[in-house]
């Protein structure tokens, strides 16, 4: 996905007076779910991408000597495996897609996020990126969620 061109283009369509709407296969928040992220404690951005390759990591590499027989060469499995996740975690990778075009927009304050997350990364009042929780994201369902999203849309002149 290329987030700078969808920026660019809601951008463009915004200057010329249009309102713009942005669908997405999925939110990626199951990237934050599995990094059990508590409201306004993270300091950061999620990367949808660098959590399937650690969740591979973490679910499918073999670490013990018996799995691991199969490599050639030095090091345990555990070793390999510290190894790999060190380079995982160090590699560029993409922010969560959604938290960007969210971001680049203006944020919550500019665009109506009509999604059923129960969560997102914002950035605060001082710039710095913080997970919250949307409005019935106590997991009270996708409608409650889609709720307050709507109802401030229909009575806004939010335009994303």
């Not at 990591?57 to 390999?80: H, N, T, V, Y």
Request: aromatic share 6%; proline share 5%.
């Amino acid at each position: 996905m290329k987030v700078d061109a969808i920026v660019a283009d809601a951008r463009k369509a915004l200057s010329s007076g249009h309102s713009v709407v942005i669908g997405l296969q999925s939110t990626g928040e199951a990237a934050a779910a599995a990094l059990n992220l508590e409201p306004g404690a993270y300091a950061g951005w999620v990367s949808s991408a660098r959590r399937t390759i650690l969740g591979f990591l973490e679910s499918d590499f073999p670490r013990s000597s018996q799995e691991f027989i199969f490599c050639a060469g030095g090091g345990g499995g555990d070793e390999m495996y510290a190894s790999l996740v060190k380079e995982a975690n160090a590699l560029p990778l993409p922010n969560n897609f959604i938290d960007t075009i969210l971001d680049a927009l203006g944020g919550p304050k500019q665009v109506a996020e009509m999604t059923g997350r129960k969560g997102r990364v914002v950035r605060d009042a001082t710039g710095v990126p913080r997970y919250e929780l949307r409005a019935g994201g106590d997991g009270g369902g996708d409608a409650m969620v889609h709720r307050p999203a709507r109802l401030v849309r229909m009575r806004s002149p939010k335009v994303i």
